[in-house]
């Protein structure tokens, strides 16, 4: 039988979660394709290198959980980086999120896909999301 957790739950469980590292915490882009697993570390990640990549950028606050179907969604603040013109390209995978000490604690694939930046004006815009879902184990 499976664990059902009630949307007030979902909603509580999500803005805990959102909330629960302590200190600052960035966001960087990343360019090599992964095999997404629990066990990924810092250093399984190749961070971009196009021109005009600005390294990693603070992760912006939470804002309040909502209901997305049966899972409890919260988005933090839309970052941007931009291809500043100059030689060198890359692909963006997808984004990471690191803490203070540079201990990965999220990562994700872009949904449609890597992207390619290698000219001038091109942009890569990442909106962090956390959430929580109301099904577990069994069969729905």
């Known amino acids: 039988m ?3 957790v009630v949307d007030d739950g979902a909603l509580r ?15 960087g882009l990343y360019s090599n394709e992964l095999t997404m697993d629990r066990h990924l570390t810092i250093d399984n990640i190749e961070e ?9 950028q603070e992760l912006g606050t939470f ?6 179907g ?5 988005y933090s ?6 291809h500043d013109g100059g030689p ?15 201990a990965l604690l999220w990562i994700e694939d872009n949904a449609d896909g890597p992207v ?18 109301t099904r577990y184990g069994g069969t729905t």
């Open 77 to 82: 603040t839309e970052l941007l980086w931009a």
């Open 48 to 56: 971009c290198a196009f021109s005009g990549y600005s390294g990693r």
């Open 2 to 4: 499976p664990l059902v």
């Open 13 to 27: 469980a999500c803005a805990q979660l959102a909330n629960q590292w302590g200190g600052v915490r960035y966001v």
């Open 116 to 133: 390619a930046l290698v000219s001038g004006g091109q942009t890569y815009k990442v909106t962090p999301a956390l959430s929580a879902g």
């Open 88 to 102: 060198q390209s890359d692909w963006v995978v997808g984004y990471f999120v690191v803490d203070s000490d540079g």
């Open 70 to 74: 049966d899972r409890a969604v919260a």
């Open 63 to 68: 804002g309040a959980p909502e209901m997305q």
